[in-house]
């Protein structure tokens, strides 16, 4: 579905990131992939089978940084035709009555202007092309609470709203902006969360959490990756705006 087509992703060393880097490579894609560390790229790129694949260290909340990614992909493949805005932190589990200026402030770094610097420089690149396809990553916390982590929560409920303007700014390009809204999922990120809201008993914070959806589990970052595909692809035409739960039924509780 992506042959000869150019898809950015940021976070790519992490879970879902690298997980989507191998879906698109699958489907014939070209990939730039950022992260904060080179070596930790080298080590996640290692795993993906892609016909080209551009690495680029970045720290997305710095936006001359964003801008120079952006840059390096255009220069490198002459397009961008797929955006996978992903990068993420969790931050500090804390209630709002301890909550800290600095955890705010990191969060919202990474996760809200992150993503919208990464949105500013590669739209200018899509509306001059008249064609492209982003996926912002949101979160479950980006349409519900979630006590301790309220930092976290309002920046994927700020994603939401940074997806639904930029999707109606690029309408008449011929662009798509989209978000997925996943809940837990199967990575280093939820096992962060899980230590951060129980310590040494992680291991029960694991099947609290997993008991607390439907379907019993957490998902997988494939299963994410799959619906990034789909999102990006010919096949969700006129989808636009919009953000898919992906959480085995926990929205429906
Ligand atoms: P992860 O920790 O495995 O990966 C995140 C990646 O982002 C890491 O490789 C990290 O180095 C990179 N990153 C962090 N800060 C960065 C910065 N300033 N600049 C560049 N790169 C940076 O986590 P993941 O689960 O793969 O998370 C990916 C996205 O999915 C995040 O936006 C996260 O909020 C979202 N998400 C995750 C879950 C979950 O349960 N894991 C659920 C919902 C949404």
Redesign the pocket.
């Known amino acids: 579905m992506f042959e000869n087509k150019v898809v950015l992703i940021?976070?790519?060393?992490?879970?879902?990131?690298?997980?989507a880097a191998k879906a698109f490579a699958k489907e014939g894609a070209k990939l730039a992939l950022?992260?904060?560390?080179r070596e930790?790229l080298e080590k996640?790129a290692a795993t993906v089978d892609a016909k080209d694949i551009l690495l680029l260290?970045?720290?997305?909340?710095?936006e001359n940084?964003v801008k120079e990614y952006v840059q390096k992909t255009q220069e490198h493949y002459g397009q961008i035709d797929v955006f996978i805005n992903?990068?993420?932190?969790?931050g500090e589990f804390k209630n709002i009555t301890e909550q800290t200026e600095e955890n705010f402030n990191n969060v919202f770094?990474?996760?809200v202007m992150?993503a919208f610097f990464g949105l500013k420089y590669v739209l200018q690149i899509m509306k001059e092309q008249k064609s492209g396809a982003v996926v912002n990553?949101?979160?479950?916390?980006?349409l519900l609470g979630a006590p301790g982590m309220s930092a976290?929560v309002a920046s994927?409920h700020a994603?939401i709203g940074l997806n639904k303007s930029a999707a109606l700014e690029m309408a008449e390009y011929g662009v798509r902006v989209n978000a997925?809204?996943?809940?837990?999922?199967?990575?280093?990120?939820?096992r962060?969360?899980e230590k951060n809201a129980m310590g040494d008993q992680a291991e029960e914070a694991r099947k609290a959490f997993e008991a607390s959806v439907p379907m019993n589990r957490?998902?997988t970052?494939e299963e994410?990756a799959d619906l990034m595909v789909f999102l990006s692809s010919e096949k969700a035409s006129f989808i636009s705006g919009s953000y898919y739960r992906i959480d085995g039924g926990q929205g429906a509780t």
């Open positions: 940021t976070g790519a060393a992490g879970g879902i990131g690298i997980a950022v992260d904060l560390k930790s996640a260290t970045a720290n997305v909340s710095v940084e992903n990068a993420g932190i969790n770094g990474v996760n992150g990553t949101a979160s479950n916390g980006g976290y994927k994603v997925v809204a996943p809940s837990g999922v199967n990575t280093e990120m939820m962060r969360i957490y998902a970052a994410i």
